[in-house]
């Protein structure tokens, strides 16, 4: 079951453009990455259910749909994850927002987690882990054996970009994770970066460099 969604449209390819250019601030930069989880968003639930309601309008009463109750939980990956959860809590206010940290032991090369703070009722939530960057897929792939360690049955994995190596990686360890991506990109560089890229996203989004 290998699903990856890539969301195509002129507005999003415009978007993504200017995430890219390396002369973008900080400030913008943001703004792109909230518009575009904002958009992405409405990708991510498209497939949430609805039920009927009896409502009255103005001309008459009738029967109409709503979302279903569903529970949702978003997981950051800290730290360039929690640039995209301003614009999916936009669109699922009600969510409840995980976040897990990892970092890449440099003899290892394995993801560490060093923080991990879940809602206690995951196991009941669809959840929804956001990273703008899928390379290598290391920490996507720790971070779902992490939600899936704590009993979650419904995980949507929502990227801004993805390389062909990231989605090989997490389609062979998790093929029941579908991904979201705005672009799927050439591949890695020697670094493990994105190419073309938008650099380290995670430094453009805090301007820490
Ligand atoms: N993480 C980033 O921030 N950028 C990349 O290109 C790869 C991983």
Not at 118 to 126: A, F, H, K, Q, W
């Amino acid at each position: 079951m290998h699903q990856v969604h890539q969301m195509d449209h002129p507005l999003i390819t415009h978007k993504l453009t200017m995430l890219r250019d390396k002369n973008t601030s900080s400030k913008h930069f943001r703004e792109i990455v909230r518009e575009l989880s904002t958009l992405m968003a409405y990708e991510v639930t498209k497939n949430f259910p609805l039920k009927a309601v009896e409502i009255e309008t103005p001309i008459c009463k009738t029967t109409q749909r709503v979302l279903a109750e569903k529970d949702v939980v978003i997981v950051p990956i800290l730290r360039a994850g929690l640039g995209m959860v301003e614009g999916f809590t936009h669109i699922i206010p009600n969510a409840k927002i995980g976040h897990i940290g990892l970092y890449r032991d440099p003899d290892t090369l394995e993801a560490v987690e060093y923080y991990k703070k879940l809602p206690s009722d995951i196991s009941d939530r669809e959840a929804i882990i956001t990273d703008p960057m899928l390379a290598t897929g290391v920490s996507a792939v720790h971070t779902i054996d992490i939600l899936k360690r704590d009993g979650c049955k419904n995980i949507k994995l929502a990227v801004i970009l993805a390389a062909p190596e990231g989605i090989a990686a997490v389609h062979e360890k998790h093929p029941d994770v579908p991904i979201y991506c705005a672009c799927i990109d050439e591949g890695l560089n020697d670094h493990a970066y994105i190419v073309p890229g938008l650099g380290d996203a995670g430094d453009r989004l805090f301007g820490t460099k």
